[in-house]
């Protein structure tokens, strides 16, 4: 293991952008702890306990030593453990959120078996799922969550046809106003800072503040004026940029006791309309622009093209508005001003049954229609939880993730900071550019939240470089699977900070499989099922694989789940989640479409949806095993999707590959073709042949940035089916 890493020499450094004298140093410690340890986790733990590879290094110096270092544990066999670049240590995981109550419970809960919070992390993993109840009394009380009347008990399963169980029955609050609440537990006093943001073209201006006092004036004046025009129960769109306007607006529709209907600013009318058609809004927020990238795009015009229903335009700068309104709608100046003097003294919340409805989001549609889901109270609670154990969200911490309240992401950031008393920090603007950055190193970001396609970008321009995102204690990555090398980037610009996996689904409210504080990481991997999520991976008999076996199937999750979703508005939930699903322990499973493989050591990695299985010869194997070798097949790639296609005449299907090539490189079909058939071949399996290869100058994606691979298999065939009649 390693061995190459032990055959560099100050050489090598210097040609991958060292300095000489650099070179030398480097080498010297290097040596060092390449005679001390005998394997490459060792020697890479080493390497980054002592900081010896630095953002400011080039990323082809960080490839030549990270990747020469694993290079011979690559491939070892199909369930190997990934590569690991981050360690817990048992100082750190004491303090941290889970780690904190696990010694304060360990030992009462576990006896002798509880040794610490790293060694006995599965332990409690296991005690949260067999006994959610138990560990929801724990973890309740850590977060921001306060009844007006308390639960019953916290899950009751006597009712059969509710699979995912009722949740806190009984109990009545207004999830919004334990946001705004001061507390001490978490901190959250009334002067802490929830929001710092900047505007676009502000860059050398300083961040702007709200205290959490400021925020619920603000979020009351709001819901105040809601009262004034909506009635309890409306649903209400917000098609905006994620500002400081729309978290107000957000969280004073659920202090009205409404419903949120969240609308990505980047849809096209026509989506506008059947989200607001599907969810029977009754008003929308939006702004009168759009102001990304130092340009303005009309965002008014596209909801008064898609609905006659009432809408409320806030400017996206100044005071003032620059479009002319119908009748029917109204500035965001004039709607505040309906408030009385009276409305502004105060307000009172609107407390409702934990299981009303705060929320219509709407899943990204990867494998059909996007599905309406309600969140009820409960899918906040669970949100802020996930990020409470997975990320380790705390008092003090500023978080920011680019991203929009039409996507899951975007509550889920609100509740992940409002609940566990962080402050939320918005950059009002494109999150593609060094702007951005400069707002995350001048905001004193501790959790950058990414999607994959933000951070390849990122990387491939280069606008970070020279900017300090070392304050940046975790990243978190979520939406696709990440890419290896993005990620080592990624992570290298923050001393090789912990970039935590979280994959779930909007219907999930959370995560199903994460990655931990507790245990080490690989990148683009998960450690671990997140807390009280149990599943099985089943193969194509429907009978799940044993308990940690190392195996490759389709995920089937544990049906009791605080905050799953357990209806749908446009389709029937019990079918698209429940029905047809394999029984395990006489408990029907509920579906996710994800296909996992299960490493020996219990790493996991995302494969890709049951959808985008394809069946080669006769083997079956998924996408993104083929996407991560010929990402890596020549220089020239930026990007490649793999679908399988039946020929018109019928027999096995064949493989297809489309590739995006990077910006200035250019390549041909035949050449990428045996780049990739040698690849796959040696990496993969070396049965698959690869018989279409596609160059394109883009992938067709769903807005919230996800290839839509089926969109690909539809144009293959068609082109394929051409030929056949030529
Ligand atoms: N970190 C991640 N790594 C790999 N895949 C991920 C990750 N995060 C999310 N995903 C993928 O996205 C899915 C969840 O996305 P979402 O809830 O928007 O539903 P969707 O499946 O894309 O849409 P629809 O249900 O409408 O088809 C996951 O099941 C997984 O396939």
Known sequence: MGERIRELGVKDFVKAGLSVAEAIEFDGVL???VSLCVSSTDIWRQIVTRRLLKPSHPHSFHQLVYYSNYHSSSHASDYADPPLYWFPSLE????SNLGRVMEAYGPKLFGASYKDPITSYPLMHKFSVDNPKEYWSIVLKELSVSFIEAPRCILDTSDPSKHGGTWLPGSVLNIADCCLQPGTHPHKPDDSLAIVWRDEECDDSVVNRMTLKQLRQQVMLVASAIDATFSKGDAIAIDMQMTVNAVVIYLAIVLAGCAVVSIADSFAPK??????????AKGIFTQDFILRGGKKFPLYSRVTEATSCKVIVVPVTGDELGVQLREQDISWKAFLSSVSQNGRSGYSPFYQSVDSVTNILFSSGTTGDPKAIPWTQLAPIRSA???WAAIDIQPGDVYCWPTNLGWVIGPTVLYHCFLNGATLALYHGSPQGRDFGKFVQDAGVTILGTVPSLVKGWKSTQCMEGLDWTKIRAFCSSGETSNVDDDLWLS????????VELCGGTELASS???GSPL???????????SMTTGFVIFGEDGVAYPEGAPCVGEVGLFPLSLGASDRLLNADHDRVYFRGMPTYKRKVLRRHGDIILRTVGGYIIVQGRADDTMNLGGIKTSSIEIERVCDRADKCISETAAVSVAPPSGGPEQLAIFVVLKKGYISNAETLKLKFSKTIQSNLNPLFKVSHVKVVAEFPRTASNKILRRVLRDQMKQELSVKSRL
């Open 92 to 95: 750190q995981a004491k303090i």
């Open 519 to 529: 245990q080490p990481q690989a990148f683009g991997a998960f450690s671990t099922a």
């Open 271 to 280: 989506e506008i309309s059947s989200r607001l058609r599907v969810s029977k």
């Open 31 to 33: 040596r060092e702890i």
């Open 385 to 387: 939880a996930d990020g």
């Open 512 to 514: 199903y499989i994460a």
């Open 492 to 499: 290298s610009k923050a001393y090789y900070s912990q970039i």
